[in-house]
Structure formats: C-alpha cells, structure tokens
C-alpha cells in the first residue's frame, strides 16, 4: 500500500516508520525533520527497533491509497487543503477528538474511516522517533457497521507488524477515547505530571469525573457509553501508560497550543463543570502567551 503520513511529528513518524518495513510511505513533516529523514533514513528506538527509509517531503505528493492524517485537531482543516490535489483511495484519521473524519471526508473526495491508537511516541529529534509502548491501532467505518475499505487498510497495517483491530463500533470508541484524553490530558498538562499520577489522591476523583461527564455527552448523543466503562477506560490508560507525559503536558511544556478546545471543550457545558473549568484554565495559559486569541 502507498501511505503518505500527513503530519509527521510524533505518532506520524513512528507509525510511518512502522509502516515502512512493509509499505512504500512517504512522510510530509517539518523541514529540519524531513531533510534528515531523506539523509539519513527514520530512525525508531525503544520498544521497537528500526531503521526505514522512506520518502519525506514538507508538501503532499500527487497521489497516494491512503493518507494517514495525524495532525492536531485545530489544524485539520489546514491538512484537508494541502491534502486537495492529491489522489486518494482513503483518509484514515488517528487524531484526538471528535469530527476530523467528518471534516476529511467533507473537503476530500475520498471516504474516511475512523481510528484510535494507543502506541505512545515522543520525537527525539530530527529523524529519530521513540517508541514509549507498543498499543494498538483500531480502525473502522466512522458511522459504524462493516467496512470492505477498513478491512483493507487494517490487513496493510497487520502487514506491517503494528498490532491492529478493524471495529464495527468506532462512534462509541470515539467517545471512550474522548473520555480517556479529558481524564488525563488537561489534568496531567496543569499539574504537571505523568500520567500514573492521577490514580491516586484528590486528582483521581477529578480524573474520574471528567471522564463521566464525557460518557454523559456520549449517551445524550446516542453512544451507549456507561460511566463505569469510562471511568475504566481512563484508569486502565493512565495504569498503562503510568511513566509517559501526556501530549497535553508536553504541549505546555514547550509552550504550544493545546488541543483543548476539541478534547474537555467537547462537552464544557454548564452540564459539564470539571470539564468546563479545565478547559477555561488552560485556554487562560493559551491567551496569556499569545497562542490564541
């Protein structure tokens, strides 16, 4: 399969990387990144080992079967334009929040499927990604239902080692991932602290919560997502993941926008005050050094 990566920072370079031991990939990124990648090849440490070679570029070629959207949600709108010219079979989006397939599929001629993923990434530098854990990536219709064209993308993935389910109940997954990310993103960016800090103390009532208002939203927009499976799903991430920095966290650590507004400010209504005031908070920090208006 030819995969272009639009989006080749952190998750887009490892999963390219991984990609790439079986698929011919071409990674659209930063220049600094991009230039080394074509020098040197990528290079994946960590839990997993490689050293791949494939296309990099900061523009998106003429065409492609599949292109693997991993920017941030505020900027997807940005990838579907640059992503116009080029000829696709497919988006498959594994980025936070709600409505990017949506998006893609509104501006792109070519369907969009929906994903999530659990593999944790950190770019070390210019042409090298580390692999912090090895999750998975689960994939599907974004309405729902059986999918010939996710089938399809999900045996190309297997192909390439990286461990993958193909799901028939992606709007429900969706909004568990949105629950997992409110419960951990914005808590562990403003407290400073990883993510196996928030199962324990005042901060795991606030974690768990954030996460139940998130399932409430889900159940009113027709996902059956029970508080319980929620509240689950956010502590056996955090569990999981215990000594990684969310993105969020890194975010703030470099003192780049977050994706707040499509993660807690999902559901901030007055119906929502855990998440409400976590995202007030951190769209404060935003205003205050000039990264929004």
């Not at 993103?185 to 005042?202: C, F, K, M, V, Y």
């Not at 606030?206 to 799903?233: F, H, Y």
Request: charged share 25%; hydrophobic share 45%.
């Amino acid at each position: 399969m030819d995969v272009v990566v639009f989006g080749a920072g952190s998750l887009g370079s490892l999963l390219g990387g991984l990609l790439a031991r079986a698929h011919d990939v071409t990674l659209v990124g930063r220049h600094r990144h991009v230039e080394r990648v074509r020098r040197e090849g990528l290079r994946v440490t960590g839990a997993v080992e490689a050293t791949v070679f494939p296309d990099a570029r900061t523009d998106a070629p003429a065409s492609a079967d599949l292109a693997l959207v991993t920017v941030k949600a505020y900027d997807t709108a940005a990838a579907a334009s640059a992503l116009a010219d080029t000829d696709l079979d497919a988006t498959l989006s594994l980025q936070n929040g709600l409505g990017n397939e949506r998006r893609l599929a509104e501006a792109l001629d070519a369907p969009a499927l929906a994903g999530t993923c659990t593999y944790g990434a950190r770019l070390v530098g210019p042409g090298e990604v580390a692999c912090t854990g090895v999750g998975e990536v689960v994939l599907g219709a974004r309405e729902g239902g059986a999918s010939t064209l996710a089938d399809r993308v999900g045996a190309a993935f297997t192909e390439a080692d990286v461990a993958t389910t193909v799901a028939d109940d992606m709007p429900r997954r969706l909004w568990e991932k949105l629950a997992v990310n409110a419960g951990i993103n914005a808590p562990t960016a403003l407290a400073r602290i990883q993510n196996g800090s928030l199962l324990d103390g005042d901060v795991a009532d606030l974690t768990r919560t954030a996460a139940c208002e998130v399932a409430a939203a889900a159940r009113a927009d027709g996902v059956d997502l029970t508080d319980d499976a929620a509240v689950n799903a956010v502590e056996r991430v955090a569990r999981a993941t215990a000594d990684n920095r969310s993105s969020m966290l890194q975010d703030v650590e470099k003192a780049r926008r977050t994706e707040v507004d499509s993660i807690n400010g999902v559901v901030s209504g007055p119906d929502a005050p855990v998440n409400r005031t976590l995202t007030a908070l951190l769209r404060a920090w935003e205003r205050e050094r000039g990264l929004r208006e």
